[in-house]
């Protein structure tokens, strides 16, 4: 089975510096990886994801994450941080079975982002 | 476009009771999931629906949980004699399903709140 691991439950920024999210990820074979936002009280909001073609992802709100096998990581940053980007972030795997895709979450970061 | 919607947004019910929870694809999405986010488990998969395949029902917890799809669209989780550890915030996703790497678009979720 294929996991993802945070290594941080929290993440704490001040305002336009940058955000680095970590994520590591176990998989068998060539990965596909998320990474969503949930704002409180709100649904998950896809940020971007890896699909196999360039390693180097970009994603919406200034967002990207970079692909490195050799590493086995899938690492979320900005450069520089808003306090609209207070939120809780999730690192996701997709397992592919036939016919359909299950995505496995990881225990996801909350971004702390003060003035 | 509208994107996937679940109704209600919050309920609150007495443990032993069933409930209902109903989501509401994005149109012409052909695939369906739905996901529980709690504090203790994070967010787990319950069910898949497929077009008119049978659903893959690998995640859903225990035989109160249960869950249809009706005409390829709306679907409904059903939870019968509620416990208190099925409170939780239900989310459902929908996706086009054409294989590969397919991106799931989720609604904003159902809180449910066992007493």
């Known amino acids: 089975a294929q996991s993802v691991t945070q290594l941080d439950s929290h993440v704490s920024v001040s305002e336009g510096t940058p955000v680095l999210l970590r994520c590591n990820y176990s998989?068998?074979?060539?990965?596909?990886l998320f990474w969503y936002v949930q704002h409180p009280n709100k649904g998950l909001q896809l940020l971007l994801k890896?699909?196999?073609?360039?390693?180097l992802v970009k994603g919406i709100n200034g967002f990207e994450a970079e692909f490195k096998k050799s590493e086995t990581s899938f690492h979320l940053t900005k450069p520089s941080a808003h306090m609209s980007d207070a939120a809780e972030y999730f690192c996701v795997v997709s397992e592919v079975y036939t016919g359909f895709q299950k995505l496995v979450f990881g225990t996801g970061t909350r971004l702390l982002v003060s003035p | 476009g509208a994107g996937v919607s679940q109704s209600p947004s919050n309920k609150v019910t007495e443990k032993g009771k069933d409930v209902e929870l109903r989501c509401d694809p994005i149109?012409?999405?052909?695939?369906l999931y739905w996901y529980r986010q709690s504090l203790g488990q994070g967010l787990e998969f319950l069910i898949y629906f497929q077009g008119n395949s049978a659903p893959d029902k690998s995640g859903l917890p225990s035989d109160r949980f249960s869950a249809e799809r009706t005409g390829g669209s709306v679907s409904t989780l059903t939870i019968q004699r509620t416990q208190q550890e099925d409170s939780a915030v239900y989310l459902c996703?929908?996706?086009?399903?054409?294989?590969?790497?397919?991106?799931?678009?989720f609604g904003p979720g159902t809180r449910l709140t066992v007493l």
């Open positions: 998989s068998s074979y060539s990965p596909s």
């Open positions: 996703a929908s996706s086009l399903w054409q294989g590969g790497t397919d991106t799931q678009y």
């Open positions: 149109s012409g999405h052909t695939a």
């Open positions: 890896y699909t196999s073609a360039a390693t």
